[in-house]
Every structure is written in structure tokens, then in C-alpha cells.
């Protein structure tokens, strides 16, 4: 029924000279959603709209699905594009438009024409009024309501003639690729998928980096992260995941330093490694599913603790979310299912039974001395023998 979509952005209208970046961006962004969906599509961009066109045959819901979640786009507008001609043309072309999408006529209605063509004979209000009167004549069942139509009817007269009535919701934000790249520290579980997602929504590009504890932590533990790495990769496009192997360093610091310092000391050590990999891509900050009070690991002090050994920011886009929040966006984004397998990761394996909540940063500076002599050789294994896998 539909060949064609009106794509409408919102945000990046706004944004005056670099509106064309955005645009480039975001018609990049389509392509590569669309790429995997059969069919072959033009993408156009004409004064502030994007249409995406199919040129024959296509898998609508999927061209659908694709477009739901490509950061930037406010809304899908599946429409007819006709050729434009004279008013009775106009007039017989938005009659088989309501039939074929309204089988069921009991509807209130009002037609939003908007007019770039100057040179059509009519202007906007006089198009409203004769195309009403003629689908009243048409279909008299159907009925006019100026302030709360079921029916929004759009006729955009331009080279051609845009029909449309149907705003499916995009996922808003702004294209991947517009606000520069972080390095996003991604486990398995239900947060930091989460956080990846929220990150890139706002246009920036991602990459991970997954430590796992080989043979506590399994093959499958691992390969539940490049899952959620790939579910997450639907909307921010490709990620390079850095898979970086932690055993060492983690029974390292189980067997010098005291036990209930243990996750935040292997915090320090995380971020500073995801650092490494983070500058190395020039990526502008790191990214964690953190969020206040979670657990012993994310009071203010723990916090405050892991992040010391940062320079970069660290962005925490949950930080003030609650589980339930969180759980709900990931059901959204469909990881949610992935990140409740049961596989461990390394965090729970080494875990005190009575983790300090309100760490020092003197005192866990000082039980990090005990890791002088090899840490610093342990870190540089750690990222020479990182994988690298680019999923998408
Ligand atoms: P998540 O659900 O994201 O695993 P969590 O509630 O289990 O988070 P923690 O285990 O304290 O919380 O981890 C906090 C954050 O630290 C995670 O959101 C993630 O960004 C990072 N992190 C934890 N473990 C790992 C890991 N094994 N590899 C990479 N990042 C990790
Ligand atoms: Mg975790």
C-alpha cells in the first residue's frame, strides 16, 4: 500500500549550519538500518525531509522496524507520492488514498495541505476546503472535526504530491555519529547495555570493552556480551568490542589485597585498562551502567573512588535511574531477556560477602601498593592480549 516514508527530525533541525552534517549522518544512519531489510531504497533529502523510497517490492514491517530505530528520527510517515496534476487529479488521488488506508469510513477528519508549489491555482485554506467537501461527497459516512481529528490528512504539493495521515513515533535523539565516541564499559548485565543505549541515542558513536575471568567466568558469559553488544549495535550501529582477559589481574588482587576493598580496587583497574583502549580510539569519555546506591560498588564514595583513577569524564547516563526504570527501557530495547540469562560474570565470582560501602581513597590506595611489583606488567598483558571483536 505504502511505498514511500516521510522521515521528520526534530532536534537536529534546529541546529542551522550543521544541519547538513546531521542530515548526512542521518541518511547514512537509514541506509545502514536499512541495508539488512529486503528491498532497495532511495533516500532523499529535500528542503528539511528525508524520504526514503522503495523501488519495488519490500518487506514493509521491516522497513518499519529499521526506521523505529535509527536515532534522530521523530516520526515515519508512511505516504503515497503521486504525481501532481491539476485539482481534479488532486481530488481523485486523496479519495483512493482514504479508501485504501481507511476501509472503515466512520471517522472524524480534517486535511492539512501545505503548498511549497506556488504555481497550483488554489492556495492552502481554499485546497482544505474543496478536498473536505469532496471526501464528505465521497464517503458520507466520514465527518469533519477541526480541533480533534482521528484523521490527520497531509497534502504537501511540491514537485509531486505527498499524502500521508499516519506519524509512526521514531525513537528521537540525535544520529549516531554527530556527538564524537566514548568507550562504554559493558558486562552482562541489565544496566550497561542499557547505558549504551542512552549514550548513543544522543549521537555518539560506541565502542566496549568486556572483562572477562576465564575459566571462572564461561564462554558463554562472554558470548551473552557480544549478544548485547549486537542487540545494542541495532540502534548505535557498529561496536568494537575490546574482550579483555582478567583472571590475573583479578586473583592478583584477591590474594594481596583486603577482601572487602576487592571490587572497587578491580574497578580502579577496569577503568584505567578501558581507558587505555578509550584514548587509544580517540574516544572522548568512558561510559558505565551505574547508578547511585545499586549496590555496595555505586555509593557517592564508591563512586568517587573509581572514578579517581579516570581523566577522562565518565559518563553514567542511569546514574539517577531506579532498577525498575532501567529494566523497563531494556525490555524497550529488547536486551532485557539477554541480560537475565544466568551466566556469571566476573564481579559476582570475586565478591566479598561484607564489601566496603563508604571505601577511603587513601586506604585503597595504600592496599594497592601490595600490587606494585607485577600490576603494572599484569595491565600491559591484559591489553596486548585483548580480542577485538567488531560486531554489528
Ligand atoms: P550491569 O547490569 O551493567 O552489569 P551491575 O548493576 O551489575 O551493572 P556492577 O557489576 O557494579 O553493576 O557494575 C557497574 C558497571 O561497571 C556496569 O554497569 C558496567 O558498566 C561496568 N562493569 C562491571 N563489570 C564489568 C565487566 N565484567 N566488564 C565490563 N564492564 C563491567
Ligand atoms: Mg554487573
Do not use: W
Amino acid at each position: 500500500m505504502f511505498r514511500s516514508f516521510l522521515i521528520k527530525y526534530g532536534e537536529i533541525a534546529i541546529k542551522g549550519k550543521n544541519r547538513h552534517v546531521f542530515e548526512g549522518a542521518l541518511i547514512r544512519n537509514i541506509e545502514h538500518a536499512l541495508s539488512p531489510v529486503e528491498g532497495e531504497f532511495e533516500i532523499s533529502a529535500e528542503r528539511g525531509r528525508i524520504y526514503v523510497a522503495a523501488a519495488g517490492d519490500f518487506d514493509y514491517d521491516g522497513a518499519v522496524l529499521a526506521l523505529t530505530r535509527v536515532f534522530g528520527i521523530v516520526s515515519i510517515c508512511p505516504m503515497r507520492q503521486v504525481d501532481a496534476g491539476d485539482m481534479e487529479q488532486l481530488v481523485s488521488d486523496v479519495l483512493t488514498y482514504v479508501d485504501a488506508v481507511y476501509p472503515d469510513k466512520r471517522k472524524s477528519f480534517k486535511v492539512f495541505t501545505k503548498r511549497a508549489d506556488k504555481s497550483f491555482p488554489l492556495d492552502s485554506q481554499e485546497i482544505n476546503a474543496e478536498l473536505g467537501g469532496r471526501i464528505l461527497d465521497a464517503y458520507p459516512e466520514m465527518r469533519v472535526d477541526v480541533h480533534q481529528p482521528e484523521i490527520r490528512l497531509h497534502v504537501e504539493i511540491r514537485n509531486r504530491v505527498n499524502i500521508y495521515s499516519k506519524e509512526i513515533p521514531g525513537p528521537g535523539g540525535m544520529p549516531v555519529g554527530t556527538a564524537g565516541k566514548a568507550m562504554l564499559l559493558l558486562s552482562g548485565g541489565i544496566d550497561s547495555p542499557v547505558a549504551g543505549y542512552m549514550i548513543s541515542k544522543r549521537g555518539v558513536t560506541i565502542e566496549a570493552v568486556y572483562f572477562h575471568a576465564p575459566p571462572y567466568t564461561s564462554e558463554r558469559a562472554k558470548q551473552k556480551v557480544v549478544d548485547l553488544a549486537r542487540i545494542v549495535s541495532r540502534y548505535s550501529g557498529p561496536i568494537r568490542l575490546y574482550v579483555v582477559n582478567f583472571t590475573d589481574i583479578q586473583l592478583y588482587i584477591y590474594d594481596k589485597c583486603p577482601h572487602d576493598e576487592l571490587t572497587i580496587i578491580m574497578r580502579r583497574y577496569m577503568m584505567k585498562i578501558a581507558e587505555y583502549f578509550a584514548k587509544a580510539d580517540d574516544c572522548q569519555g568512558l561510559v558505565t551502567g551505574e547508578s547511585i546506591g545499586q549496590v555496595a560498588s555505586q555509593t557517592m564514595k564508591s563512586l568517587m573512588a573509581t572514578n579517581e583513577v579516570c581523566t577522562l569524564p565518565v559518563y553514567r547516563p542511569l546514574i539517577a535511574f531506579d532498577k525498575n526504570d532501567i529494566i523497563a527501557i531494556s525490555e524497550k530495547i529488547d536486551t532485557y531477556e539477554t541480560s537475565i540469562q544466568p551466566y556469571e560474570d566476573c564481579c559476582t565470582i570475586f565478591v566479598a560477602k561484607h564489601p566496603v560501602t563508604k571505601p577511603n581513597v587513601n586506604i585503597i590506595r595504600r592496599s594497592e601498593r601490595n600490587l606494585s611489583e607485577k600490576i603494572d606488567e599484569m595491565m600491559e598483558k591484559a591489553i596486548q592480549t585483548a580480542e577485538i571483536i567488531e560486531v554489528s
